[in-house]
């Protein structure tokens, strides 16, 4: 191996017995592959990874790790081109940012145009005028949503990271790299949002603002009562009852068989689940946490049972079109179609909007879920079990909110430990001391004055 630049003796040497280790060690510090050549190959041999996991690593090859990092050759990488990468990344969300209050801009004056339209009054000349205005601001519009990205979250750059330390560690393993850089990058904390509860004063402040005061929001039990009395007569209303009640996900909401139902026994399986990439769904097993018994309710059971009725009925009606899909599946479409992941997360923001309540996202039906379960005074064992969690730990600081009645419960509980001679709490006259002679006088108060006698004595 051939290398040149160096500027003393020494520091040749120097880098002539780092190579000589690494070749001792047994890479190939001969080759001339590069790191897009080694990422599309690290790619190639994931095929046991579930689907999900090996998008997402698609993902950020593509978007990220090739684009920055693929021209460099495998023997040259270090620690600088990493940190330029997330540099270049940073960069980019500056010009991104620039680009959505653009967007932000011409919606605004798509919506005033169309407004004005709206009421333009008088002539046809000027209700034409308007209408032309309105046009000319949708087409600007379009045209300033292409090529529009989200923005990198914190998030997203440290799964960045560590689909770029998963390929390291693969290759020092393999002897084609000798240092797992990512593992040195210095990559900005994640905010994970906390979940709060709709309390009254929040509920006052969207209505005045309309803005969340985090992305992941749970109902009070009104607020929830309130919906479910809602969408009683919806369609789907048992499946709704589900989501609350029993917390699954969506995806192992929509690839639930009836084979896996016992109405009988108040219970259900979840053994499978569908995966959304691309709006395209997948059949895939869950992981083994996430294979689970659920007991269902008594109020859900009876919906779940009214429901195989409503679906069998659906299935006379649509057999002698020849249309009926038999896919199996416990909630479906009027045509037995499985309904997508997507669809009920749409449907279920529609309703929510239609009841008027605050907004909770469907995902926060399982916050609510755990939530509703400690308030009932539900073990969290119990809780971890029925979501499918792999610890308790994560149940507690991740899918459980504190309601206004535990903080209520938690100070009385708290108070009523100290013990008290009195129940109300009043506070107590302390004891007169005795009287003393031959000292100076004390302070008495004059009754006919405002002021107290400092106890002088008038003048003789």
């Known amino acids: 191996m051939r290398r040149g630049g160096f500027p003393r003796k020494d520091a040749a040497k120097t880098k002539a017995s780092e190579v000589y280790h690494d070749a001792v060690k047994g890479t190939d510090v001969l080759s001339n592959a590069t790191v897009k050549e080694d990422l599309d190959a690290w790619l190639k041999r994931k095929w046991s990874l579930a689907r999900t996991t090996s998008h997402g690593y698609e993902e950020h090859v593509r978007l990220y790790l ?3 990092l693929g021209h460099i050759k495998r023997r040259d990488l270090k620690l600088r081109h990493v940190e330029a990468m997330y540099d270049a990344i940073e960069r980019e969300n500056a010009e991104r940012l620039i680009h959505h209050a653009r967007i932000v801009e011409l919606q605004e004056a798509r919506d005033a145009a169309h407004t004005a339209w709206v009421r333009a009054a008088g002539k046809m000349a000027a209700r034409r005028a308007a209408r032309r205005v309105y046009l000319d601001a949708n087409a600007a519009l379009h045209e300033g949503r292409r090529g529009k990205r989200k923005i990198t979250s914190a998030a997203t750059l440290h799964r960045i990271n560590a689909t770029l330390s998963s390929f390291l560690g693969t290759g020092i393993k393999r002897g084609d790299y000798t240092t797992n850089w990512a593992r040195m990058v210095e990559l900005p904390p994640i905010k994970r949002p906390k979940a709060l509860v709709w309390t009254p004063e929040r509920v006052a402040e969207w209505k005045r603002t309309g803005t969340k005061p985090s992305p992941v929001m749970v109902w009070t039990p009104e607020q929830t009562g309130e919906f479910l009395d809602f969408i009683a007569d919806d369609r ?6 589900g989501f609350i009640f029993r917390g699954p996900r969506r995806g192992e909401m929509c690839a639930l068989p009836w084979t896996e139902v016992s109405l009988a026994g108040s219970r259900f399986r979840i053994s499978a689940q569908n995966v959304e990439i691309a709006y395209r769904v ?4 869950p992981k083994q946490d996430s294979v689970r018994t659920v ?8 919906l779940w049972a009214a429901w195989r009725e409503t679906q069998e009925q659906e299935r006379q009606q649509w057999s002698g079109e020849k249309a009926w899909v038999e896919s199996n599946r416990v909630w479906t479409q009027e045509n037995g179609e499985p309904l997508h992941p997507d669809w009920i ?3 279920f923001n529609r309703l929510v909007e239609l009841s008027g309540l605050p907004p909770i996202r469907l995902h926060d039906t ?6 509703l379960a400690l308030l009932g005074k539900a ?3 119990v809780v971890q079990e029925r979501l499918g969690h792999s610890s308790r730990q994560i149940t507690s600081d991740t899918y459980t909110s504190v309601l206004p009645q535990l903080l209520t419960a938690e100070a009385e509980s708290t108070s009523a430990v100290v013990p008290r001679s009195r129940k109300d709490g009043a506070r107590q006259e302390k004891p007169k001391p005795p009287e003393k002679h031959d ?3 004390e302070t008495v108060v004059d009754p006919e004055g405002d002021e107290p006698d400092e106890g002088f004595c008038p003048a003789a």
Do not use: F, Q, V
């Open 345 to 347: 997360s749409r449907r």
């Open 439 to 441: 000292e100076a006088p």
């Open 282 to 285: 997948y059949d895939e097993a």
């Open 295 to 302: 007991t269902l309710n008594a109020l859900t059971r009876e």
């Open 366 to 371: 399982r916050h609510l879920s755990a939530t």
């Open 379 to 381: 073990d969290i064992k």
């Open 66 to 68: 090739e684009p920055h």
């Open 236 to 241: 789907l209303c048992g499946m709704w009852h």
